[in-house]
């Protein structure tokens, strides 16, 4: 099938200029909308691609945001000062899309993988009522007691951290070796100069683990619908944290499948006809759950609660405010500077 493809920057509300994206169905209004939250030190243009321009074939808008220092976004390079700004970027990028008038009736489904499955689950956290569902792969959602760093350790670090937080002094294995199994992919991974493959920065690193055990300690609050997949051969994030989201989430809606013999990168990493069969489960879960959604629906499902999130900015709860209605318009109609493309499946 015939897709789309779109770019734009957009402005954050600290004046951060971000990259974002979109593949669309050429030939038809999409039947629902997916919004890309890509892994630590990644983008969505380059490796994103495929399973944008896979779901785009498979009739789904997709739409992606490069976090802020990464891809083609501005900021330090893979520098993460606060989670919650992080979050808040994808939060108000998505959101705005789909308060956009030809999408308002769509299903809206968060797709994160690696630490873009803690983006997720924060984003649904953040307005547990906005969410029809998400698809998490290979998610970061619960730091493995193997690799848990010693709380001594933790607390060091975090003394120095407001010191030197950009220093690239945290160790680390290879994690494009060990997170992509097939060894031509992963040199095209290697050369992609968007991807950084630079040690983490101290304040980077505590973020992700303040984050993943934020995460472990909420995982009984997911309610959302979510079909989450992991390969059980996965050294970079470990299968039993899927597990764990599996067992203790709320959701009445819940799948899980794990991978025999499949790495990390099960989308971009593995053997064609592995990614073929990841995305054919991908795609038929999202057909069964898409749907056409009346104001009515949607005012039903709203709860007023807003959700809350800790971070070191601000290390009491942080309240959530919703984005006015309204306030940004334009992606993917007619905004000038933007670019695009045909692709073909």
Request: hydrophobic share 40%.
């Amino acid at each position: 099938m015939e897709v789309e493809y779109h770019e734009e920057y957009v402005r954050s509300s600290r004046g951060v200029q971000l990259f974002t994206c979109g593949w669309l169905p050429a030939a038809a209004a999409p039947k629902a909308l997916v919004f890309l939250c890509h892994g630590y030190g990644m983008e969505c243009s380059g490796f994103m691609r495929e399973c944008g321009v896979r779901l785009a074939a498979a009739g789904y808008g997709v739409f992606g945001i490069d976090y802020e220092g990464h891809g083609k976004s501005m900021g330090a390079r893979c520098y993460i000062r606060s989670f919650r700004r992080l979050v808040d970027d994808c939060h108000n990028f998505f959101k705005s899309i789909c308060e956009l008038e030809e999408y308002r009736s769509k299903s809206r489904f968060l797709y994160g993988e690696s630490m873009g499955g803690a983006v997720a689950l924060l984003l649904h956290m953040k307005d547990p009522a906005f969410w029809d569902g998400a698809v998490l792969v290979a998610p970061m959602c619960k730091i493995s007691e193997k690799v848990k760093p010693h709380p001594l350790v933790i607390t060091l670090l975090t003394q120095v951290e407001d010191v030197i937080p950009k220093w690239k002094i945290v160790p680390t294995k290879d994690v494009i070796d060990a997170a992509f199994k097939d060894p031509v992919k992963r040199e095209k991974i290697r050369k992609n100069k968007l991807i950084y493959q630079d040690k983490p920065r101290l304040k980077t690193a505590l973020e992700m683990l303040r984050t993943s055990m934020h995460i472990e300690d909420s995982l009984s609050q997911v309610k959302l619908p979510f079909f989450v997949l992991h390969g059980e051969a996965d050294t970079v994030t470990d299968p039993e944290i899927s597990r764990a989201l599996y067992e203790r989430a709320a959701s009445a809606d819940k799948t899980i499948k794990l991978y025999p013999e499949m790495w990390h990168g099960l989308t971009a990493g593995e053997p064609d006809e592995n990614v073929e069969a990841i995305f054919s489960d991908i795609v038929a879960w999202l057909n069964e759950r898409s749907r056409s959604w009346t104001m009515e629906d949607r005012l039903t499902k709203m709860t007023p609660a807003p959700g809350k999130f800790v971070d070191s900015e601000n290390r009491g709860e942080a309240p959530v405010r919703a984005r006015p209605q309204g306030q940004r318009r334009g992606f993917l109609c007619g905004l000038a500077g933007r670019t695009h493309h045909h692709a073909e499946m």
